[in-house]
């Protein structure tokens, strides 16, 4: 009996695209704590490994060794079912993304549309736990996750559909593929399909710190005001599983946002182009986002809904208009 | 329930901020009666901490208080040493050295740079900004190494004595101080860049928490939370003591009332400080630290004493019943964050909870002092 080698092809893409998630999450929280501590001035973790290296693993094997309090009171099917349903579409969320021209588990034409339907699954799981906790702080988390997310997918989804406009297709590769030769050729620098296109990246690194809840948005998590908000009555790995779902999302949204903007996995001078140029833009738009959670303060939860709805929204729609006019003149 | 909350008696719940809560700064309770995130009414319940300072002061000799002063408001610990010794000093008629008080005057102002520091930190992390918190440490450990080579502690200092200081300056100590002041007149302005110029904090500050002089006179705020709401009250400039009447300095005054103007009163105050401990370094005298007839067992006149400091959260006032013998038969503590609290109930009222948070930062609480 043979195997078809395209379900070969896809197991290994699974195990792999799982073990990156897992491994970037854990090793992501280094990197974090890494950054946070030379932003201020200190070390960071050193203890454990070198330079630290093994803390994501002692933290993991602390946090699974944990008891799994379910507390009384809470909703046992919502509670249990929170963390997986963060967690499942963010891994889902890799399966569509072109790492290089060959490196991509299904290059499907809609795979554009298939990366935010994941990504806008996050919300509805973080809603459950949140819910289900029967925790106050949780549930004003809850109310706040919930708008926050829909006020950021609004502006989040108009640029997109712009550059949709710009390149004629929802498929990821193609996309990165027309940008291909030089970073003149990116869209970010694209002013002939709208002079606005530098200001659609801001955009959509706006809104997808604001949609992965990451500071200076992170009214989810508001630890001064909410404790820790939706994930203050999860214990142990049900904690871990939220921590690792955040960073799995913000890895997505750094790859969207290399992938739409900044040409995938293209070299900006033209050499060698590769999955290394991916992860290396990749890596600096999350160092960019730890660097911007370390050094501002957090809004407060209506100041983001007005940014959103009286600026972000406004010049997205603009940014929309511009482009359609451009590739009608031009 | 007061009128504003049985206007809005739709569906409220009940939320408990504290005992343990990371925006309470220790073990203070507020009750809060919320309309979703709309703060209906505000309770604080106090008392978790409290230690009875004020009977413990009826059941020991006058000098065994002295710690527990220091211990009230751990973050500036010598005003309040400060306070308790001038009351116990003017009761047994007990004359202190120049240069003892100007020593007073510095380490105080010393460590009203450090309290103002650390509230600065603390409270750009209710507003989630982290990093800040640890450049200010990192400035308020300059002042401790220092106070720790002269009073031999780092938080509760117990450096003054009936009639003096424990312990004369060492020669490191003034250039130490000095250098101290240089480095922190380069770090304010980054402080200022990174933190008050920044438009998140400056949205979240600006025009919010307004504190009312009403308000100020009707619960009994002092320091800060009162120059924020533009009344120029400095028991340092208005009821002098110590040394305080030969320097120059000002009170800086922001009559807007809202969290960023108590914010700024902050920020000035580490400046005027700064201004204040430069000037005593100047003008030190040379000669004795301690009164040269200070009694070694102490027992004040029958009277009824009371005196005022300006801490760096306000007023302390400490009243002191002597009835002859070598304990107080009466001790009251005014502390100025009881006060200072109170108003929050009134103040936040209609407020979302961010805000009122931020509110509460901006009161600088201790709760220890709170409690006593």
Same mark, same amino acid.
């Given at each position: 009996?043979?195997?078809?080698?395209?379900?070969?092809?896809?197991?290994?893409?699974?195990?792999?695209?799982?073990?990156?998630?897992?491994?970037?999450?854990?090793?992501?929280?280094?990197?974090?704590?890494?950054?946070?501590?030379?932003?201020?001035?200190?070390?960071?973790p050193?203890?454990?490994?070198?330079?630290?290296?093994?803390q994501? !693993?002692?933290?993991?094997?602390?946090?699974?060794?944990?008891?799994?309090?379910?507390?009384?009171?809470?909703? *046992?099917?919502?509670?249990?079912i929170?963390?997986?349903?963060?967690?499942?579409?963010?891994?889902?969320? @890799?399966?569509?993304?072109? @790492?290089?021209?060959?490196?991509?588990?299904r290059?499907?034409?809609?795979?554009?549309?298939?990366v935010?339907?994941?990504?806008?699954?996050?919300?509805?799981?973080l809603l459950? #736990?949140?819910?289900?906790?029967?925790?106050?702080?949780?549930?004003?988390?809850?109310?706040?996750?919930?708008?926050?997310?829909?006020?950021?997918?609004? *502006?989040?989804?108009?640029?997109?559909v712009?550059?949709?406009?710009?390149?004629?297709?929802?498929?990821?590769?193609k996309?990165?593929?027309?940008?291909?030769? #030089?970073?003149?050729?990116?869209?970010?620098?694209?002013?002939?399909?709208?002079?606005?296109?530098?200001?659609?990246? !801001?955009?959509?690194?706006?809104?997808? !710190?604001?949609?992965?809840?990451?500071?200076?948005?992170?009214?989810?998590?508001?630890?001064?005001?909410?404790i820790?908000?939706?994930?203050t009555?999860? *214990?142990?790995?049900?904690?871990?599983?939220? @921590?690792?779902?955040e960073?799995?999302?913000?890895?997505?949204g750094?790859?969207?946002?290399?992938?739409?903007?900044? #040409?995938?996995?293209?070299?900006?001078?033209?050499?060698?182009?590769?999955v290394?140029?991916?992860?290396?833009?990749?890596?600096?738009?999350?160092?960019?986002?730890?660097?911007?959670?370390?050094?501002? *303060?957090?809004?407060?939860?209506?100041?983001?809904?007005?940014?959103?709805?009286?600026?972000?929204?406004?010049?997205?729609?603009?940014?929309?208009?511009?482009?359609?006019?451009?590739?009608?003149?031009? | 329930?007061?009128?504003?909350?049985?206007?809005?008696? +739709?569906?409220?719940?009940v939320?408990n901020?504290?005992?343990?809560?990371?925006?309470?700064?220790?073990? %203070?309770?507020?009750?809060?009666?919320?309309?979703?995130?709309? &703060?209906?009414?505000?309770?604080p319940?106090?008392g978790?901490?409290h230690?009875?300072?004020?009977?413990?002061?009826?059941?020991?000799?006058?000098?065994?208080?002295?710690?527990?002063?220091?211990?009230?408001?751990?973050?500036?610990?010598?005003?309040?040493n400060?306070?308790?010794?001038?009351?116990?000093?003017?009761?047994?008629?007990?004359?202190v050295?120049?240069?003892?008080?100007?020593?007073?005057?510095?380490?105080?102002?010393?460590?009203?740079i450090?309290?103002?520091? %650390?509230?600065?930190?603390?409270f750009?992390?209710?507003?989630?900004?982290?990093?800040?918190?640890?450049?200010?440490?990192?400035?308020?450990?300059? &002042?401790?190494?220092?106070?720790?080579?002269?009073?031999?502690?780092?938080l509760?200092?117990?450096y003054?004595?009936?009639?003096?200081?424990?312990? /004369?300056?060492?020669?490191?100590?003034?250039?130490?101080? $000095?250098?101290?002041?240089?480095?922190?007149?380069?770090?304010?302005?980054?402080y200022?860049?990174?933190?008050t110029?920044?438009?998140? %904090?400056?949205?979240?500050?600006?025009?919010i928490?307004?504190?009312?002089?009403?308000?100020?006179r +009707?619960?009994?705020?002092?320091?800060?939370?009162?120059?924020?709401?533009?009344?120029?009250?400095?028991?340092?400039?208005?009821?002098?003591?110590?040394?305080?009447?030969?320097?120059?300095?000002?009170?800086?005054?922001?009559? +807007?009332?809202?969290?960023?103007?108590?914010?700024?009163?902050?920020?000035?105050?580490?400046?005027?400080?700064?201004?204040?401990?430069?000037?005593?370094?100047? +003008? $030190?005298?040379?000669?004795?630290?301690?009164?040269?007839k200070?009694?070694?067992?102490?027992k004040?006149?029958?009277? /009824?004493?009371?005196?005022a400091?300006?801490?760096?959260?306000?007023?302390?006032? &400490?009243?002191?019943?002597?009835?002859?013998?070598?304990?107080?038969?009466? $001790?009251?503590?005014?502390?100025?964050?009881?006060?200072? $609290?109170s108003?929050?109930?009134?103040?936040c009222?209609?407020?979302?909870?961010?805000?009122?948070?931020?509110?509460?930062?901006?009161?600088?609480?201790?709760?220890?002092?709170? /409690?006593?």
């Amino acid at each position: 009996m043979s195997v078809h080698p395209e379900v070969i092809r896809l197991l290994i893409f699974l195990v792999g695209i799982i073990a990156f998630a897992a491994l970037n999450a854990a090793y992501l929280v280094w990197l974090e704590r890494k950054e946070a501590g030379h932003i201020q001035r200190r070390i960071g973790p050193k203890e454990v490994g070198p330079f630290g290296l093994l803390q994501p !693993l002692a933290d993991g094997i602390k946090l699974m060794t944990k008891q799994l309090i379910v507390p009384a009171g809470v909703d *046992p099917v919502l509670f249990r079912i929170a963390p997986i349903l963060v967690m499942i579409p963010a891994i889902m969320g @890799f399966v569509t993304i072109p @790492f290089s021209e060959t490196l991509v588990a299904r290059n499907l034409d809609i795979g554009l549309l298939a990366v935010f339907a994941f990504a806008s699954v996050n919300v509805l799981g973080l809603l459950m #736990g949140a819910w289900g906790s029967r925790n106050k702080y949780a549930v004003i988390s809850a109310a706040r996750v919930v708008s926050q997310n829909v006020a950021y997918e609004i *502006p989040m989804l108009v640029t997109v559909v712009s550059l949709v406009m710009v390149s004629h297709t929802m498929n990821l590769t193609k996309i990165v593929g027309q940008q291909l030769g #030089g970073f003149w050729h990116w869209n970010i620098f694209n002013f002939a399909a709208s002079p606005l296109m530098p200001v659609a990246f !801001l955009i959509f690194f706006v809104c997808m !710190l604001a949609e992965t809840n990451r500071a200076p948005f992170d009214m989810a998590e508001a630890e001064s005001e909410l404790i820790a908000g939706a994930f203050t009555e999860y *214990p142990g790995m049900g904690f871990g599983v939220f @921590f690792m779902a955040e960073y799995a999302n913000i890895v997505i949204g750094c790859s969207m946002a290399t992938i739409l903007f900044l #040409g995938g996995w293209d070299c900006p001078f033209g050499l060698y182009p590769g999955v290394h140029w991916f992860l290396l833009k990749m890596y600096f738009l999350i160092f960019t986002v730890i660097w911007i959670r370390w050094t501002y *303060p957090r809004t407060t939860f209506y100041g983001l809904l007005n940014l959103s709805w009286k600026i972000l929204i406004p010049i997205s729609f603009v940014n929309l208009l511009l482009t359609s006019a451009m590739l009608k003149v031009f | 329930m007061s009128a504003f909350a049985q206007t809005q008696l +739709k569906e409220t719940f009940v939320i408990n901020l504290g005992p343990q809560h990371p925006a309470t700064h220790g073990v %203070l309770r507020v009750k809060l009666v919320m309309d979703g995130e709309y &703060i209906v009414e505000a309770e604080p319940v106090l008392g978790y901490i409290h230690r009875m300072h004020e009977k413990m002061g009826e059941n020991r000799t006058w000098a065994q208080f002295m710690p527990n002063t220091g211990r009230m408001d751990y973050l500036h610990a010598l005003a309040y040493n400060h306070g308790y010794v001038t009351v116990v000093e003017r009761a047994a008629g007990i004359e202190v050295p120049e240069r003892a008080e100007y020593i007073r005057v510095i380490t105080a102002e010393l460590n009203r740079i450090s309290s103002h520091l %650390l509230w600065f930190g603390a409270f750009v992390l209710d507003l989630g900004g982290f990093t800040p918190l640890l450049y200010a440490f990192d400035d308020r450990e300059q &002042i401790l190494d220092l106070l720790e080579s002269v009073t031999g502690s780092r938080l509760t200092y117990s450096y003054f004595r009936f009639g003096g200081v424990y312990n /004369d300056i060492d020669e490191n100590f003034v250039p130490g101080a $000095l250098a101290f002041i240089k480095r922190l007149r380069e770090r304010l302005p980054m402080y200022h860049a990174l933190v008050t110029k920044n438009v998140i %904090l400056r949205t979240r500050l600006e025009d919010i928490g307004f504190i009312t002089p009403e308000m100020c006179r +009707k619960y009994g705020a002092t320091g800060p939370v009162a120059r924020g709401s533009g009344i120029n009250f400095d028991v340092r400039k208005h009821e002098p003591y110590s040394v305080y009447p030969e320097f120059n300095f000002d009170i800086p005054v922001y009559p +807007k009332g809202d969290s960023m103007a108590r914010y700024m009163v902050r920020m000035d105050e580490i400046e005027q400080s700064m201004r204040i401990v430069e000037q005593a370094i100047a +003008k $030190l005298p040379d000669g004795p630290v301690m009164a040269p007839k200070a009694p070694k067992i102490l027992k004040p006149a029958k009277g /009824d004493y009371y005196h005022a400091v300006e801490t760096a959260r306000g007023s302390f006032g &400490i009243r002191v019943v002597s009835d002859g013998t070598n304990t107080p038969y009466r $001790l009251k503590l005014r502390s100025p964050t009881f006060s200072n $609290l109170s108003l929050f109930g009134e103040a936040c009222q209609g407020m979302l909870l961010p805000d009122a948070l931020a509110l509460m930062g901006s009161l600088d609480l201790v709760i220890p002092e709170i /409690d006593r």
